[in-house]
C-alpha cells in the first residue's frame, strides 16, 4: 500500500516563475493538506481540500492556491514566488475527520527560488 | 503569542540519558495533542498523540498533559542516537488542520 506520494521531490525555479506541486494521498484518504515548512520552523498550515473543495484555508496569500481531483489527488500552486517561499512542502492526507489522528506526511518537495 | 511553542534547543542528551521536551499551546479549545519526530530532510512522523490528562507511555516514549496549564511534554527514556532528530509539538484546535511548533532539536551523544 503505497503511502502519500509527492513531486517532484526537489525544485529551483526562478522569481516571479509559477510552480504547481502534486500529491497522491494514502489509499482510503479523501481529505488532503497542504503545509509549508520553512528552515528550522515548524510547519505551517495552507489550506485544506475535501470533496474538491477548499475546506479551510491559513494565513497565505492569493498567489497560494490548490485544486483537489475526483481522485482525491491535489495539487498546490503558487503564483509570483518570492525568495521567501523557498521551503519544503508537506502533504498530508487522512480520512475526514481524523487530521490529527491519522494524518500521513509525503516525504515533501523542497522548493528553492532564486 | 504563538499558538505552539516548544522550549528551545538544541538539546543534547548522553546516550542512555533521559531526554525531556516542553510544549505550551494559547488555543483552550484544543483537545488532541500530538509529537511527531523529523530526521532531517525527512518528513515529520507521528510518535505519540495523548488527549486527556495525565501521562501515557508507549515503549521509551512518555507523553504528560496538562489542560489547566495548557501544557505538553515528551520524555525520551534511555535515549539512543536513532533519536537524535527534531521533534515537533502538535496541536488539532479544529478539525481541519495541525498547529505546530517549531521544534527542538535532540541530538543523543554516544
Known amino acids: 500500500d503505497a503511502g502519500v506520494t509527492q513531486s517532484p521531490t526537489h525544485l529551483i525555479k526562478t522569481r516571479g516563475q509559477q510552480v504547481t506541486l502534486r500529491c497522491s494521498p494514502k489509499s482510503g484518504h479523501d481529505t488532503v493538506s497542504w503545509y509549508q515548512q520553512a528552515l528550522g520552523q515548524g510547519p505551517q498550515f495552507i489550506f485544506q481540500?475535501?470533496?474538491?473543495?477548499?475546506?479551510q484555508r491559513g494565513n497565505f496569500p492569493d498567489r497560494f492556491s490548490g485544486h483537489q481531483f475526483p481522485n482525491y489527488s491535489s495539487e498546490l500552486n503558487v503564483n509570483a514566488l518570492l525568495l521567501g517561499d523557498s521551503a519544503l512542502y508537506l502533504c498530508?492526507?487522512?480520512?475526514?475527520?481524523?487530521?490529527?489522528?491519522?494524518?500521513?506526511f509525503g516525504q515533501g518537495t523542497r522548493l528553492t527560488v532564486v | 503569542q504563538k499558538e505552539v511553542e516548544q522550549n528551545s534547543g538544541p538539546l543534547s542528551v548522553p546516550e542512555g540519558a533521559i531526554a525531556s521536551l516542553n510544549c505550551t499551546y494559547s488555543?483552550?479549545?484544543?483537545?488532541?495533542f500530538f509529537w511527531y519526530r523529523q530526521y532531517s530532510g525527512k518528513s515529520p512522523e507521528l510518535i505519540m498523540s495523548i488527549y486527556s490528562n495525565g501521562d501515557k507511555e508507549d515503549g521509551r516514549f512518555t507523553a504528560q498533559l496538562n489542560k489547566a496549564s495548557q501544557y505538553v511534554s515528551l520524555l525520551i527514556r534511555d535515549s539512543q542516537p536513532s533519536d537524535s532528530a527534531t521533534y515537533l509539538c502538535?496541536?488539532?484546535?479544529?478539525?481541519?488542520?495541525?498547529?505546530f511548533g517549531a521544534g527542538t532539536t535532540v541530538t543523543v551523544r554516544a
Open positions: 481540500y475535501y470533496e474538491e473543495e477548499e475546506r
Open positions: 488555543d483552550r479549545v484544543s483537545q488532541s
Open positions: 498530508a492526507s487522512s480520512p475526514l475527520g481524523k487530521e490529527g489522528t491519522e494524518a500521513f
Open positions: 502538535a496541536v488539532n484546535p479544529n478539525d481541519y488542520k495541525l498547529s
